[in-house]
């Protein structure tokens, strides 16, 4: 019986697209006494750099056409995958048909993704569908136990360690481990393509849907200590917590990442141009959120709604981070900081809380983003758009006798973002471009309107301030009020306008308690739901 545990590695294949670090990866291997097979471009840098490499063409007896098209799909490559080396069958037919054995492939495939990233013109991304790499990394994973393959320039140094540590030979384990790295890489490029062509189809429920990604951050844990997590990015061109760079502090735990998503999906919400917006979260839900012209009085404004709950928690801008606002951040105990990008005399100030994890994202991510959100059920998947509904005051219908006043309009459109990155049942009461409260995941509209004054309570006594700000304020509802229960907490809270989608069968009823009271109250047509 062979050895699988020593394996020697006599002939290798590369055939790649991104050719960096290349030229040092296969001299060792020539250096190792490996015969080395290649193809168009990665043939030319190896010989222009002196590296003896054959032509595949040269095996195939056929030469690359296509326009490059066609240069790997030929039974002497395929076979020279394949072939089971223990098979006295397999081992005759690469005898009889001239089909050398490869003993590594390294492949990586044609960037479709960063061209789809790009927003390349329809051609070009279907020119950047690689075809032959695919197919070569499938047969070689699936003939792993006896050819290593290779889809990343991590993948060929392991590789060539084992060759150092046993003579020139791979193991079957990191054979094993290789295999399913190649398939997994395949399957997510398959999924980004075939997403990229829904998408561009517009083809809302495909009959095959995939989903894949490539691994960021293995993470210590999960939401808790005994659950095993990770995090991976996906094909999606979007700036956010998958492409931001960490400058400083601890490593980002599940939670950190879960949470500094939230926050900085709702601050993108606003945006910067007209004004600075700070969001602070906890638990995925806004305890704070304030517009200002400066974003260090946004800060002081979002913190000021909820200090209690926002200690510990993920602050999240707008706007580049300045030193003035660094300096009031630094002030209390904060988890993460996101931005989009940050002075460096605001680093310089962060920089003296080491714990701090500050993260930058280059821009921000376009709340009118298409884009599809999954939630694992039981056996599935749900699937859905991203909620990129949004309400132009010209959509508003005032439903009640009093129309808004040009203040409570402004603070009911703010309201309403804020709203839909609430957890459901929710209920925002807004004052003067700030939250006042905020009642979330609550069983009955009621009891998140209730919950809201109560937070608003403690906010007032813990600032001490004479009364709650939810005493004029304005107050966002995610969905209808089924009954004038909800509407009355508000009412009692102390706001003086409405915004709600409507809809419901006591809608004349909830009218006539906002009449009664001389509230104003818009209906938006659009419900935001989030779970």
């Avoid at 393509?193 to 189809?201: A, K, P």
């Avoid at 004004?275 to 839900?285: E, Q």
Wanted: aromatic content about 6%; proline content about 4%; charged content about 25%.
């Amino acid at each position: 019986m062979p050895d699988l545990d020593h394996v020697p590695l006599r002939r290798a294949l590369i055939s790649v697209s991104d050719k960096t670090g290349l030229i040092e990866r296969a001299q060792r291997l020539a250096d190792a006494g490996v015969e080395i097979l290649s193809t168009g471009g990665t043939l030319r840098a190896l010989q222009e750099a002196g590296i003896a490499a054959l032509d595949v063409a040269a095996v195939t007896d056929f030469p690359e056409m296509m326009d490059g098209r066609l240069k790997t799909l030929h039974p002497r490559v395929h076979g020279g995958l394949l072939g089971r080396r223990d098979i006295a069958q397999d081992a005759d037919d690469m005898a009889a048909h001239g089909i050398p054995a490869i003993d590594l492939l390294y492949v990586n495939l044609y960037p479709f993704e960063e061209t789809v990233a790009k927003g390349a013109e329809y051609a070009s991304c279907v020119e950047n569908i690689d075809i032959g790499g695919p197919a070569m990394i499938r047969a070689a994973a699936k003939n792993h136990a006896w050819v290593a393959v290779c889809v990343d320039d991590a993948d060929l140094d392991a590789v060539l360690q084992a060759m150092d540590d046993r003579a020139g030979a791979t193991p079957l384990a990191l054979r094993k481990q290789l295999a399913a790295k190649s398939y997994a890489r395949t399957a997510a490029y398959d999924a980004a393509i075939s997403n990229w062509f829904s998408d561009t189809l517009e083809i809302e429920t495909p009959a095959y849907r995939a989903f894949g990604g490539n691994l960021l951050q293995a993470l210590r844990y999960g939401e808790n200590p005994h659950q095993a997590a990770a995090l991976y990015r996906t094909s999606e061109n979007r700036p956010g917590i998958a492409t931001a760079r960490q400058v400083q502090g601890k490593a980002l735990s599940f939670n950190n990442l879960a949470d500094a998503d939230a926050a900085f999906e709702l601050a993108a919400e606003f945006d910067p141009e007209t004004s600075a917006a700070v969001v602070i979260v906890k638990h995925a839900n806004p305890c704070g959120v304030a517009l200002h012209d400066e974003l260090a009085t946004a800060y002081e404004n979002a913190l000021a709604a909820d200090p209690v709950s926002a200690f510990g928690g993920i602050v999240a801008m707008n706007r580049r981070l300045d030193a003035v606002t660094a300096n009031e951040l630094v002030r209390i105990f904060t988890e993460v900081v996101i931005a989009p990008d940050a002075d460096e005399d605001a680093l310089a100030v962060l920089s003296a809380k080491a714990n701090l994890r500050v993260l930058l994202t280059g821009a921000l991510p376009d709340p009118d983003q298409k884009g599809w959100l999954t939630k694992t059920v039981a056996g599935g998947l749900l699937v859905q758009e991203r909620d990129t509904g949004r309400i132009l005051p010209a959509q508003l219908k005032t439903v009640t006798k009093r129309e808004p006043t040009e203040q409570e309009l402004a603070d009911l459109l703010f309201a309403w973002k804020v709203v839909k990155h609430v957890k459901s049942n929710a209920i925002v009461y807004v004052r003067d471009g700030a939250t006042a409260g905020v009642g979330m995941g609550q069983t009955s509209r009621l009891e998140a309107a209730r919950l809201a004054l109560r937070k608003a309570e403690a906010t007032a006594e813990e600032n001490k301030w004479d009364t709650p700000h939810t005493q004029g304020s304005v107050c966002a509802s995610d969905a209808f009020f089924p009954f004038a229960d909800g509407l009355n907490a508000a009412i009692e809270a102390g706001a003086t306008a409405i915004i709600q989608p409507g809809g419901s069968i006591r809608d004349d009823e909830v009218i006539a308690a906002a009449d009664e009271a001389g509230l104003a109250m818009v209906f938006t047509g659009m419900r935001h739901f989030r779970h």
